[in-house]
């Protein structure tokens, strides 16, 4: 039943491709760059982020009046401050296409698993940096995410009340609390280079950048409305206060509709949940019949084409001492082999099959698929 369920969404899937493929041309179809578009929001962020830099100062006093001096004062600083906050929901909106993608493909499991879990690191980091990013700017709606944090926190058994003394740095909220809060986003976002170097460990040629003409079009996408719907903040954080109105940012906020909605030990448990699912999937189908890649002895003629295409390590080359002419012989690894039939492709001797898919309809396939218009 899984498999069958597997087999339509991945249908969906190639159908959905297809159709972008007449609107984007297959060469700047973004899904085939699905994994490269969230970094490019990714360094927009970093770029943005470095020049807000300049101007903030991480206290309770000037934090507000700082963002407020950006985004009034500074020329284009309205533009910056603005292309900061929608790539970060650009991003997002990328992280969750790849991942959907990277579901119904079936690209998640057992020799993936350091990627899936890598991606989870990442996702939980970027809710973490979008969340402390809205207390950076120390609005209303900033107080009410520590306010409301600290109180979730303290409700998580045996560790919450050190954890929320942890988060606003303190018994009260401080300067230390902005101190926290900026420790926290810059920090964080850094540590996103190291998940990102494990997201790619086990893909030998990973696709990290889109096309040039993608890339403006997808720059263009959140410059326009940077420019002409610029980012705003709420009335300034007053201590002795409690604001009455949250504006949620569905894309990093949605947590806190749920804490104020029911209590947050059962958020948490939801969320922990969720977690230990996500981080079983790769293991919790088990009824998937294996077919990794065969290599046919009589017609390897050792040329390394396959192990150099494949993405996941899954072939080597090992010396060959029973053919008289071809000096090494192509190895797969049954686990790490993802049966996506690159090698096949990439084979010019037919010395590569999958069991269930013969090289010759693999190559049938592509050869209809490059048959196909490229759209416009």
Known sequence: MYKQTLDKLQELTIDVEKGLNKVFSQQYNPFYYHGAVPNLFMWILFLTGLLLFAYFQPTLDSAYISVNYLSTKIPFGNVVRGLHRYAADAMMIAVLIHAIRVYFTDRYRKYRWIAWYSGI?????????????????????????????????????????????????????????????????????????????????????????????????????????????????????????????FPVDWFYLWVFPLFSSMPAMMVWTILFIAIAVSLAMPYLVIDREKSPATVVLDNCVGCTLC??????????????????????????IDSRCAECGLCVGACAFKAIDLPQTSSKDILGKIGDVLKEPVGV
């Open 307 to 332: 192990a150099k295409d494949c993405p996941y390590e899954a072939i080597y080359m090992v010396p060959r001492t029973d053919h008289p002419k071809y000096k090494q012989l192509a190895i797969v």
């Open 121 to 245: 690191a990442l996702l939980v980091c970027m809710l973490v940096i979008g969340i402390t990013g809205y207390m950076l700017v120390w609005d209303e709606r900033s107080y009410m995410i520590v306010l409301m944090m600290s109180d979730a926190l303290k409700q998580i058994p045996l560790i919450g009340v050190p954890l929320a003394k942890l988060f606003i740095n303190g018994e009260v909220i401080t300067h230390y609390t902005m101190a926290m809060s900026f420790f926290l986003h810059v920090g964080i976002s850094f540590f996103l280079l190291f998940l990102l170097w494990l997201h790619y460990l086990r893909i030998s040629r990973p696709v990290t950048d889109v096309p040039l003409g993608l890339g403006l079009l997808l720059f263009s996408s959140i410059m326009i409305p940077a420019a002409m719907i610029p980012v705003l903040s709420g009335k300034p954080a007053v201590i002795t206060q409690t604001p009455h109105e």
